[in-house]
């Protein structure tokens, strides 16, 4: 009886341990995340941005870091840029259409498109579901400057006679082009499309750096939003506004939203 029960149990013993290695082979290892790619809006004191990041999460020295690349275009605007509304027109010109808004002084229209590199570390946190992390930020790139002449809808005189045309700033339009006592000059702003014949180039350097606040919704989804001042300076002044003071070099401060994807 002792013999049968002594085959019994280690029987059992055995069973059990073939169990646990069925178990332990079975079970699946997940892989760490080590990639991810988003895309946001940027608000800035001096524009606005739409952007794509590619980042590459490593661990360095037991500690969790992110490099990404970025892309990023974007458009920037004088502080002195206010919307006009030429308000004598119709009283003047009765007869043509209702005038449009317009930026008053406005002679280009500037925008950017960047590129670069940089790291995001963390302070407090960690990358895990339904988590907050707050990282320190830091980006630098190449940016390309693109110059767009801003033009007008204007009453010119044109020999014996007063056309209506599109027209750019130039040195000899110049008085109507800043009609500030509203005398039927101005009709308005143009479409976006007006002025990418004259478009010109401008290299610069780029430079970021902030906080960024990564809300982990599960493994492989995030939200994102970031918080930081950035600087920008390119190899000539850039004339976005005339009778203003303009310089080759923008800051700003910033916030964007992102949302993005992780996976192994």
């Known amino acids: 009886k002792e013999a049968r029960e002594e085959a019994l149990n280690e029987r059992k013993r055995l069973q059990e341990e073939q169990r646990n290695k069925i178990i332990a082979t079975r079970k699946k290892i997940i892989p760490p995340i080590t990639q991810q790619m988003s895309v946001g809006y940027r608000l800035a004191s001096d524009g606005w941005s739409f952007f794509t990041q590619r980042g590459f999460i490593k661990v360095d020295a037991e500690k969790l870091h992110t490099n990404f690349i970025f892309v990023d275009i974007s458009e920037k605007r004088n502080p002195k840029e206010t919307r006009s509304y030429n308000e004598n027109f119709s009283v003047i010109n009765p007869s043509e259409l209702k005038p449009v808004s317009y930026k008053y002084g406005k002679i280009n229209n500037f925008y950017q498109f960047k590129f670069g590199y940089g790291n995001s570390k963390p302070i407090s946190g960690r990358l895990d579901r339904k988590s907050i992390v707050i990282n320190w930020v830091y980006a630098v790139g190449l940016s390309l400057g693109i110059l767009k002449p801003y033009y007008l809808d204007l009453f010119l005189p044109e020999g014996n006679t007063i056309v209506r045309k599109y027209d750019k700033y130039?040195?000899?339009n110049k008085v109507y082009f800043l009609d500030l006592n509203n005398q039927g000059t101005i009709i308005g702003g143009s479409s976006f499309t007006k002025g990418f014949g004259g478009i010109k180039l401008t290299p610069g350097l780029a430079v970021r750096s902030g906080f960024y606040f990564d809300y982990t919704a599960n493994r492989k989804?995030?939200?994102?939003?970031?918080?930081?001042?950035?600087a920008e300076i390119y190899t000539k002044t850039i004339p976005i506004i005339v009778n203003t003071k303009n310089t080759p070099y923008f800051f700003n401060i910033y916030a964007d939203f992102r949302?993005?994807?992780r996976w192994q």
């Open 259 to 261: 949302f993005g994807k």
């Open 221 to 230: 989804t995030f939200l994102g939003v970031e918080i930081g001042a950035s």
């Open 170 to 172: 130039t040195e000899q």
